[in-house]
C-alpha cells in the first residue's frame, strides 16, 4: 500500500451553512462510507443517475461501492458532505477529481441529494477540489455533461473556470482551465 494510500487528507474538511441554516460538513470519503453512499445512491431520482452514470443503472453492488469509497487520495480526490451530527451524519453529496497519469488535468463527476440541489453545495465542493487539484500539480478539470443538465454547467460557470466544451452524442465534452493556468 502506498504512502497516499494510508495518509487521510484531513485537510480537506470544512464545514459551511447554508443560507436555510442548515450546516453541511465536507471531507474525504472514507471506507466506511460505504453504507451511506449506497443510501445516497438509492435516493436518487432516475434523471439524476442518469446524469451522474450516463445510463440507467438500477443497483449498486457492494463490490463495486467498496472500489468506490476505496481509493488512492494520491490518485483520487473525493469529497462527501454531510448533514445532521457528526459522527451519525447523512452523506447527501459526493464530488470527485481522478488524476489522469501523466496529462495535468483530472475527471470531475459530481453529485447532490435533489433534496439539496440548488444551495450551493455543488459550488463548495468544486472550489475545495479546485484549490487541492492545484496542490498535486493538476492545471485543469475534464467533464462529461448530459445536456440538459444546465445546473451543473451553471455552476461550471460561475466558479470562475475558463470553460471550453464540445457537444457531441447529447453531452459536452468540458474542459475547465483554472483561471491562473489559462493562456
Not at 72 to 101: F, H, M, N, T
Not at 147 to 160: A, H, I, L
Request: net charge neutral.
Amino acid at each position: 500500500m502506498s504512502d497516499s494510500q494510508q495518509l487521510y487528507p484531513a485537510h480537506l474538511e470544512f464545514t459551511v451553512t447554508l443560507a436555510d441554516g442548515e450546516v453541511v460538513r465536507f471531507r474525504a470519503i472514507k471506507p466506511s462510507d460505504e453504507e451511506e453512499m449506497r443510501r445516497l445512491f438509492y435516493r436518487f431520482s432516475d434523471e439524476a443517475v442518469y446524469y451522474r452514470y450516463f445510463s440507467p443503472v438500477k443497483v449498486m453492488p457492494h463490490s463495486k461501492m467498496q472500489q468506490y469509497v476505496n481509493i488512492d487520495y494520491g490518485k483520487v480526490i473525493s469529497l462527501v458532505g454531510l448533514v445532521g451530527s457528526e459522527g451519525s451524519g447523512r452523506i447527501i453529496a459526493e464530488a470527485r477529481c481522478v488524476k489522469q497519469p501523466d496529462r495535468p488535468f483530472g475527471d470531475l463527476a459530481f453529485v447532490v441529494d435533489e433534496v439539496y440541489q440548488g444551495k450551493g453545495i455543488a459550488s463548495h465542493m468544486l472550489k475545495q477540489l479546485i484549490g487541492s487539484a492545484k496542490e498535486i500539480g493538476l492545471k485543469s478539470f475534464t467533464a462529461d455533461v448530459i445536456g440538459s443538465n444546465r445546473s451543473m454547467m451553471r455552476v461550471f460557470e460561475k466558479m470562475g473556470l475558463v470553460v471550453t466544451a464540445r457537444f457531441e452524442n447529447g453531452s459536452y465534452a468540458l474542459t475547465m482551465e483554472f483561471p491562473e493556468c489559462a493562456p
